[in-house]
């Protein structure tokens, strides 16, 4: 069955560094979405990407975060100056298109990378 | 803004007995879900409900949507030990002035199901 792949499935930085996390969604979807839960906590919206740009975005997706499709296959969060509340699992979501058919509303979650800002 | 409710948060229960689990959201919505976490993974879709009086079923898990009340359960039939694990409900706002919803998720809170020999 196709998956949605996360790497690395964990990353550790220092305060003020930049990560890159990536997403490799399933195949011919067309949504694409980055989400993040703090520890303990419910899962949060961060930002959606729909035909090469963003579609929506959250009030935690501010100028430190950017996201790219940059080649037709990967999708990539990048976090330019990290901070300690940035700490989380961050999960990319895919999802084919919408309408009226269940299952091609279903967003697919990948395993997700534990960020740990230190 | 749109606010998702579930209740209740914790859940304790015996094997071989039903419960429900409720999802309250507070506008009108296009489409609802439900997805399980078990601890340190990811999520998994469990249900979607694209219409007011959907009724989903999968083996001992039965989903509703009530558009109307603005309100979806999840209903646990026979409660077994693999069905231990988070649920979420989360909800998709509907489209703004005839445009489009790009499909942004709002989850609940979760609720913490802990089923008992």
């Known amino acids: 069955e196709p998956e949605v792949t996360q790497t690395p499935s964990h990353q550790v930085t220092q305060m003020g560094q930049e990560v890159i996390l990536r997403c490799v969604p399933i195949?011919?979807?067309?949504?694409f979405y980055w989400y993040r839960q703090i520890l303990g906590q419910k899962v949060e919206f961060l930002v959606s990407?729909?035909?090469?740009?963003?579609?929506?975005k959250s009030e935690i997706f501010d100028d430190q975060f950017s996201v790219e499709r940059p080649d037709g296959s990967n999708f990539t969060l990048k976090i330019r100056s990290t901070k300690l509340e940035d700490s989380a699992m961050y999960f990319c979501?895919?999802?084919?298109?919408?309408?009226?058919?269940?299952?091609?509303?279903?967003?697919?979650f990948g395993a997700g990378t534990r960020l740990s800002v230190l | 803004e749109l606010k998702v409710e579930q209740n209740p948060l914790f859940l304790s229960m015996q094997e071989g007995k039903n419960y429900t689990i409720y999802c309250n959201y507070s506008?009108?919505?296009?489409?609802l879900y439900w997805y399980r976490q078990d601890p340190g993974k990811s999520l998994e879709s469990l249900f979607v409900?694209?219409?007011?009086?959907a009724v989903k079923q999968e083996g001992r898990l039965m989903a509703s949507l009530d558009t109307k009340a603005r309100l979806s359960t999840l209903h646990i039939t026979a409660a077994v030990h693999d069905l231990s694990a988070t649920y979420f409900c989360?909800?998709?706002?509907?489209?703004?002035?005839?445009?489009?919803?790009?499909?942004?998720?709002?989850f609940g809170q979760g609720t913490i199901l802990t089923v008992h020999p």
């Open positions: 979501a895919s999802r084919l298109s919408t309408g009226a058919i269940e299952s091609k509303n279903i967003q697919y």
């Open positions: 195949s011919n979807h067309l949504y």
């Open positions: 990407f729909y035909n090469n740009e963003i579609s929506e």
């Open positions: 506008t009108t919505s296009d489409r």
């Open positions: 409900l694209l219409s007011n009086g």
């Open positions: 989360a909800v998709v706002p509907e489209g703004v002035a005839g445009g489009t919803s790009y499909g942004k998720l709002t």
